[in-house]
Antibody
Framework: EVQLVESGGGLVQPGGSLRLSCAAS????????MNWVRQAPGKGLEWIAY????????YYEDSVKGRFTISRDNAKNSLYLQMNSLRAEDTALYYC?????????WGQGTLVTVSS | IMMTQSPATLSLSPGERATLSCRAS??????VVWYQQKPGQAPRLLIY???TRATGIPVRFSGSGSGTEFILTIRSLQPEDFAVYYC??????????FGGGTKVEIK
């Protein structure tokens, strides 16, 4: 069974940083592309970052480009999202998601709240 | 590519048929996916390639359409089907873009 468990969310002040982690199990992590998708409270889904299976290729949604960095450690079956220069509008539940174009499996999410 | 879903809310009774629409701002072929999200839960993959049910999805869920117009049909709503449904395109990759969602609520 595929499991994706996010951690690292919390309350942070505007301008601050957080590092999210996602522990993957139940599949060959190194063979799959991964994404981060977020959902603001009461709102819809927003894709924000992609990483290839090798980790060599990454893409970002425009609003987070230059502030967020997606990375992975295939030896540890882990996905990461380094978030810098956080803004109030980054407040959301952040999901770790397996897949390239079709988002097959989702974690339960970790909540990031940006507020002073 | 913008994805627009309608209606925003659909109020139906158990046993009724639900018809959810998703429109793309330009042709996306059959490169559309549908997800279901229940309160407090992560989204779940329902349909991909516009019409192929994902593993374990009941046959009462069906998808159709191509180009710019897509439909998700739920034949005979069950209590567990009341949720929010999102469409997503991957024809123009990346960014992946989602519709705003349709909430199917109990009438």
């Amino acid at each position: 069974e595929v499991q994706l468990v996010e951690s690292g969310g919390g309350l942070v002040q505007p301008g601050g940083s957080l590092r999210l982690s996602c522990a993957a199990s139940g599949f060959i992590f190194s063979s799959f592309e991964m994404n981060w998708v977020r959902q603001a409270p009461g709102k819809g889904l927003e894709w924000i970052a992609y990483i290839s299976s090798s980790g060599f290729t990454t893409y970002y949604e425009d609003s987070v480009k230059g502030r967020f960095t997606i990375s992975r450690d295939n030896a540890k079956n882990s996905l990461y999202l380094q978030m810098n220069s956080l803004r109030a509008e980054d407040t959301a539940l952040y999901y770790c998601v397996r897949g390239e174009k079709i988002l097959y499996d989702w974690g339960q999410g970790t909540l990031v709240t940006v507020s002073s | 590519i913008m994805m627009t879903q309608s209606p925003a809310t659909l109020s139906l009774s158990p046993g009724e048929r639900a018809t959810l629409s998703c429109r793309a701002s330009q042709s996306v072929g059959s490169n559309v996916v549908w997800y279901q999200q229940k309160p407090g839960q992560a989204p779940r993959l329902l349909i991909y390639g516009a019409s192929t049910r994902a593993t374990g999805i009941p046959v009462r869920f069906s998808g159709s359409g191509s180009g710019t117009e897509f439909i998700l049909t739920i034949r005979s709503l069950q209590p567990e089907d009341f949720a929010v449904y999102y469409c997503q395109q991957f024809n123009d990759w990346l960014p992946l873009t989602f519709g705003g969602g349709t909430k199917v609520e109990i009438k």
